[in-house]
T-cell receptor
Framework: AQSVTQLDSHVSVSEGTPVLLRCNYS??????LFWYVQHPNKGLQLLLK??????LVKGINGFEAEFKKSETSFHLTKPSAHMSDAAEYFC????????????FGTGTRLKVLA | GAVVSQHPSRVICKSGTSVKIECRSL??????MFWYRQFPKKSLMLMAT?????????EQGVEKDKFLINHASLTLSTLTVTSAHPEDSSFYIC??????????FGQGTRLTVV
């Protein structure tokens, strides 16, 4: 069965410092993995996706994530946080091709301190 | 990128009435649309998968008579919350996918039942 675990419900960083949001997955298949961001009372915006190509995936707004099969991880990073990065972040695993059902992690709320 | 529009963004209704939420793919034809529900400070839970021209497939625990889904065309799916009660208050988000591609999310609808 597929599942995804976001290890931190809340993360606080100072503006200009690195961001690390952790995600571990469980999948019986070669997974497709995504990171989405949600600002308050807004929909979801795709940050980046991994679909079995390069293991280091670059996304929008300076975010990137590395797929590590040996660690079953797909952590999201950004070298320097900006105030506008404050939001809820969801790690998502997609069920096998043909369904595109998404399994969402519980979310990590990122707070950026001035 | 592909745009999914959800309407309304906010709705307040009286207990016992029905509410319809629309999800439109604006610049592509969506073979499959998904409806999610998000409780406050919680993750997204898949409610149902709808395919154009056929009955929706509901996830376990979701009342199909309560949450009516219609996918009449390749660009429109509707979710009707029938006989709404305060416990139905939530954030509802739809997504649509292009064949063989990832899903794109609407902006969400905040439903408040009073």
């Amino acid at each position: 069965a597929q599942s995804v675990t976001q290890l931190d419900s809340h993360v606080s960083v100072s503006e200009g410092t690195p961001v690390l949001l952790r995600c571990n997955y469980s999948s019986s298949y070669s997974p497709s993995l995504f990171w989405y961001v949600q600002h308050p009372n807004k929909g979801l915006q795709l940050l980046l996706k991994y679909t079995s190509a390069a293991t280091l995936v670059k996304g929008i707004n300076g975010f990137e994530a590395e797929f590590k099969k040996s660690e079953t991880s797909f952590h999201l990073t950004k070298p320097s946080a900006h105030m506008s990065d404050a939001a809820e972040y969801f790690c998502v695993v997609s069920l096998p091709a043909g369904t595109y059902k998404y399994i969402f992690g519980t979310g990590t709320r990122l707070k950026v301190l001035a | 990128g592909a745009v999914v529009s959800q309407h309304p963004s906010r709705v307040i209704c009286k207990s016992g009435t029905s509410v319809k939420i629309e999800c439109r793919s604006l610049d592509f034809q969506a073979t499959t649309m998904f409806w999610y529900r998000q409780f406050p400070k919680k993750s997204l839970m898949l409610m149902a998968t709808s395919n154009e021209g056929s009955k929706a497939t509901y996830e376990q625990g979701v009342e199909k008579d309560k949450f009516l889904i219609n996918h009449a065309s390749l660009t429109l799916s509707t979710l009707t919350v029938t006989s709404a009660h305060p416990e139905d208050s939530s954030f509802y988000i739809c997504s649509a996918r292009i064949q063989g591609n990832e899903a794109f999310f609407g902006q969400g609808t905040r439903l408040t039942v009073v």
